[in-house]
């Protein structure tokens, strides 16, 4: 646990000097796996998320991707430090991704009920707002968002399709 503590520190101490030179370099990174966080409405705690863009985002302006949530399983001993570890951005994507992957960490295992639920409401809003601010929203298909998960997330998965299957 020391280890993965350690990452997170490190990467939160390099993050807050590229902000305080306004050079967050990670607001750029593709083809790599990117932790994020946002500020919950529910008890103005951090929540981390992270996304994963393919190679080619953003290269060709006309091309729009699709967003796929990903819900993760029942993991017992997940922590939000845990999360932005297993998430870090030395973790390439696949070569043939063509979508865009959006993590979520969901305050650990509620199986995406209550505070969970909406914790994938806000990742998403946060990744959307983020996007906008960059210009790259138009690289968003909103139209194709597909809604996924194993084990736990299969089932946050089947009950947030059927709370809201207008959105996926």
């Known amino acids: ?9 490190e990467q939160g101490i390099l993050r807050a000097k590229q902000l305080a ?3 967050p370099s990670w607001l750029q990174n593709f083809g790599v796996t990117v932790p994020r966080g946002y500020l919950s409405k529910i008890d103005s705690s951090l929540q981390p998320y992270a996304i994963v863009y393919p190679k080619s985002y953003g290269k ?14 029942r993991n017992d001993t997940l922590t939000e430090v845990g999360f932005l570890y297993d998430n870090r951005s030395d973790k390439p994507v696949a ?11 969901g305050r650990g295992n509620n199986a995406y009920r209550w505070a969970g639920e909406t914790d994938v ?18 690289f968003v298909d909103l139209k ?3 809604l996924k ?11 947030l399709g059927l709370q809201h299957p207008d959105k996926w």
Do not use: C
């Open 149 to 159: 998960g194993f084990s736990m997330g299969g089932a946050g998965s089947w009950h």
């Open 121 to 138: 409401f806000e990742a998403i809003e946060s990744f959307l707002n983020q996007e906008k601010q960059l210009g790259r929203l138009k």
């Open 144 to 146: 194709r968002v597909v």
């Open 60 to 73: 060709d302006l006309s091309t729009k991707y699709p967003l796929h949530i990903l819900l993760h399983g």
């Open 1 to 9: 646990i020391f280890k993965k503590a350690h990452f997170a520190a």
């Open 95 to 105: 070569q043939d991704q063509e979508h865009i992957q959006l993590a979520v960490y």
């Open 21 to 23: 030179n306004q050079e």
